[in-house]
């Protein structure tokens, strides 16, 4: 490989880290053909981008983010590399990886690291953790209803309260006549 088509590589990932802000790091050694292709294809359906680059040239474009990936040198960035990428959800990848898994029935894709809105997951044991964060729509959909929840107690209260009162009213004025 020459150094400008190193150069083109370095930079599409770059611009690939830069512009998406989630991206698993897995390791997909031992798989068959058959196995590879099933998993392209699982993830061309689900909307994840699956690139396999050299660890070289994966460090290289970290390099030119804001964000420190030193960590991902020593125990990420070893061996075969595939990089998923999805634009909208830091989990998507999390979910094909399980599933994938499940189908297929072995446990030879694994991940090695992942990078959520800049947040570091070293390791094949951060898989669960990765399916349960939540995207930030579903933590914005969970903040409006918790400030809604009390306004909606208050008139409620309120309107319940009323009813009483009235009632209230009625009896002490037919108590009076």
């Known amino acids: 490989m020459t150094r400008e088509e ?32 099933k998993l392209r294809r699982k993830c061309y359906t689900q909307g994840v981008e699956y690139l396999v680059a050299k660890n070289t040239l994966i460090a290289k474009a970290l390099e030119t983010l804001e964000t420190d990936y ?30 994938f898994r499940k189908e297929s029935g072995n446990k030879k894709l694994k991940l090695k690291g992942a990078s959520v809105d800049n947040s570091l997951f070293i390791g094949e044991d951060q898989l669960e953790t990765l399916l349960t964060l939540k995207s930030k729509q579903e933590l914005l959909g969970e903040v409006i209803g918790l400030l809604q929840s009390p306004a909606k107690n208050v008139l409620s209260a309120l309107q319940s309260s009323g009813g009483k009162l009235a009632g209230i009213l009625k009896t002490l004025s037919e108590r009076e006549g």
Do not use: C, R, W
């Not at 150069?7 to 058959?34: C, R, W």
């Open 6 to 37: 190193k150069a083109a590589i370095i930079g599409k990932l770059s611009d690939k880290f830069q512009t998406i802000p989630y991206f698993y790091i897995v390791d997909a050694a031992g798989m068959t053909v058959e196995q590879t292709n």
């Open 70 to 99: 030193t960590p991902f040198n020593d125990t990420v960035l070893t061996g075969f590399s595939g990089i998923m990428f999805h634009p909208e959800s830091g989990k998507a990848a999390a979910k094909l990886i399980k599933e």
